[in-house]
């Protein structure tokens, strides 16, 4: 089964990924987009350059996603794991499909246009949500993709995305203490998986 953690920058929802990947190791393999490959370091290169062009942008996420399904998500699936992956597709389709919204139309649609040929799409997905000023205070805004006015944007992305498949998503309420939202991705997550595979 694979799991996705999603959400806005600030979310917290990299805190809950390090703690179930703390308190979880049988049978679980714990990743994230942008990987640590070549393609994902080009993303990260990308990410800090404010004047990065958003289609050759999007084709460096899509790279490093390829990769990653590739060479850790499917073989880990095969073996029988459950994945889970701190930001996976969905994060591309919100953050893309808002740096695009001004350069090609019906831009989040474009972005899973390209992806859904190929990809593997999540079983379950918790969605962290927060608004966009808390996220951007959080993040600090240290880079484009961080600012409350962007974040506004990918949220909007999101609940498009929840109302496309809304069986999948899982909402967790991110502006509580970190404490009540890892109990509440914990408590998500043993609802979701099979008694032998969450424990």
Known sequence: MLVTLEGLDGSGKTTVWESLR???DDGVTFTAEPTDSQYGQAVRRSESAADADPIAELFL???????H????????????DVVIS??????????????????????????????QPWTRPPDVTLY???????????????????????????RANYEQL???????????????SPEAVIADAEAALADALPDDAWA
């Open 162 to 176: 929840i109302d496309y498949t809304p069986e999948r998503f899982v909402r967790i309420d991110a502006t509580q």
């Open 69 to 80: 399904l590739s060479r850790v998500v499917s073989p880990a699936l095969d073996r029988g």
């Open 22 to 24: 703390a308190s979880h």
């Open 61 to 67: 996420f899509t790279a490093d996603h390829a990769d």
């Open 86 to 115: 701190d930001r996976y597709s969905d994060s591309r389709y919100a953050y893309q499909g808002a740096t695009l919204a001004d350069t090609v139309p019906r831009a989040m649609e474009y972005v899973r246009g390209i992806h």
């Open 128 to 154: 962290f949500d927060v608004d966009p000023d808390t996220g951007a205070a959080r993040s600090g805004a240290t880079n484009k993709f961080e600012t409350a006015a962007f974040l506004a944007d990918v």
